[in-house]
């Protein structure tokens, strides 16, 4: 059974950082882009990173580059978000998503991806 589960969500402190973990299981990681989304309340989801299969191509959107890095271990089976100098802004219900055939200019839209986890909460405040 394909899986995807998100873990290490919880409460910052602007300025602080957390490290959000996607463990897949049931399926080949490597054969999967993987993408991080978002959503906040009151807010439709939006593309926060992507990473392709090989992990040699990222991308992220205009409000977290510079602070945010994606990277995977296709050997663990896990996909990673770093997050740094987080803002209250960031502050969503964070997704890890799988797609076998994600269109390189669509890799932040939901369209193709597959697979979704449960989602981890970040709350970023003082």
């Known amino acids: 059974q394909l899986q995807l589960v998100e873990s290490g969500g919880g409460l910052v402190q602007p300025g602080g950082s957390l490290r959000l973990s996607c463990a897949a299981s049931?399926?080949?990681?490597?054969?999967?882009?993987i993408g991080w989304f978002r959503q906040a309340p009151g807010k439709e989801r939006e593309g926060v990173s992507s990473?392709?299969?090989?992990?040699?191509?990222?991308i992220y959107c205009d409000s977290v580059k510079g602070r945010f890095t994606i990277a995977r271990d296709n050997a663990e089976g896990t996909v990673y978000l770093e997050m740094n100098s987080l803002k209250p802004e960031d502050t969503a219900v964070y997704y890890c998503a799988a797609g076998r055939l994600v269109i390189s200019g669509r890799r932040l839209l939901e369209w193709d991806y597959d697979y979704w986890g449960q989602g981890t909460q970040v709350t970023v405040s003082s």
């Open positions: 049931g399926f080949a990681l490597e054969d999967y882009t």
């Open positions: 990473i392709s299969k090989s992990g040699r191509s990222t």
